[in-house]
């Protein structure tokens, strides 16, 4: 009977779940995370689908791994995730231990990423690397001398919620201006609505609902030349490239990778971004620390550095 890990990814828009084994992704399934307003219903759910799985190909369950916002590594809980309709203290170690019987290991989603790009991305060979999630909302995870940076609290790397524009859009999490409002796929929207409603703005995106709008959407409409989508990606660039800029002084990383729904956009969106920060960093830093995309793949990468993470606190 061969062994297998689980990894779980919630996302703020999607859960994708799969069987990791010897390093490579041998199933996996998602879930739209928003369609479960019962966390507990969404775990019963997955575990039903996995145990199917197991019993179907004949595996044996070694461990789970967890990728969550607002995770904490130490306690196994998430507290109030600020893009998800789920409030308090969730005791999410608890709740997939009683479901599977087996060690689980509870990290922040983006932390889970960090350790997948260490163990089975373009990271191997690096000690000193940080990746930003660029999804619903904004992540990082922090490697530090081959070692996952996880904090006192293990709330480490909550990048997302850095100050990007003083007194600027209202986040989830109560406070104005944080970086993910204008840097995820969430914020690329916000920025399109905002430009749409200027005088005279004219685009392809203008007939699409906000609601249904997608970043997708947005670097489709780039790529033929729709100067809104344009100005859009060059704002968002902008940011970040601020933000990596005092990231870079913070920890001198090796590289920057990014991954997720907005990370996609490649050199429309990092070319720019890396312009930007060697514009604005410290000149120690300059034209030493690439901005890259993520060498695994985006519907695989949490689910493996959610298992990565068994691998690393359970052996």
């Known amino acids: 009977m061969r062994g297998v890990i689980a990894g779980i990814d919630i996302g703020g828009t999607n859960t994708d779940f799969g069987l990791v084994a010897d ?98 991305g373009a990271g191997k060979n690096m000690k000193d690397f940080i990746v930003i999630t660029l999804g619903t ?58 430009l749409l409603a200027r005088p005279g703005a004219t685009s392809s995106l203008q007939h699409i609902d906000p609601a249904n709008l997608t970043s997708k959407q947005v670097f489709e409409a780039a790529q033929q030349g729709d100067e809104i989508a344009l100005k859009a990606f060059d704002y968002t660039a902008a940011i970040i490239g601020r933000k990596m800029a005092e990231i870079a002084a913070y920890f001198s990383p090796e590289a920057i990778f ?27 830093y300059k034209d030493k620390i690439p901005l890259l995309v993520s060498a695994l793949p985006d519907n695989k990468a949490s689910i493996l550095g959610a298992a990565a993470a068994v691998e690393e606190f359970t052996h």
């Open 23 to 120: 390093g490579e992704v041998i199933w996996q399934e998602r879930l739209p995370t928003k369609r479960y307003p019962d966390v507990r219903v969404l775990m019963n759910t997955i575990q039903q689908i996995i145990q199917l799985q197991l019993d179907q190909q004949d595996l044996k369950l070694l461990g789970v791994g967890i990728g969550a916002p607002n995770a904490n590594f130490h306690t196994g809980c998430m507290e109030s995730p600020p893009n998800l309709p789920w409030k308090g203290l969730i005791n999410l170690k608890e709740m997939v231990h009683q479901r599977f019987g087996v060690p689980v290991v509870v990290n922040n989603d983006a932390n889970a990423s960090a350790l997948g790009e260490l163990k089975y």
């Open 258 to 284: 990014f991954l997720g729904g907005l990370a996609n956009a490649g050199d429309l969106l990092l070319k720019p971004a890396k312009d930007y920060m060697e514009e604005f960093v410290l000149y120690l």
């Open 137 to 194: 909302g904004i992540g990082a995870g922090i490697i530090v001398n081959g070692q996952l940076l996880i904090g006192h609290d293990g709330m480490a790397g909550e990048v997302g919620h850095t100050l990007a524009i003083p007194e600027g859009r209202l986040c989830n999490c109560g406070r104005k201006g944080c970086f993910e409002r204008y840097a995820s796929a969430t914020g690329l929207k916000e920025t399109i609505t905002e």
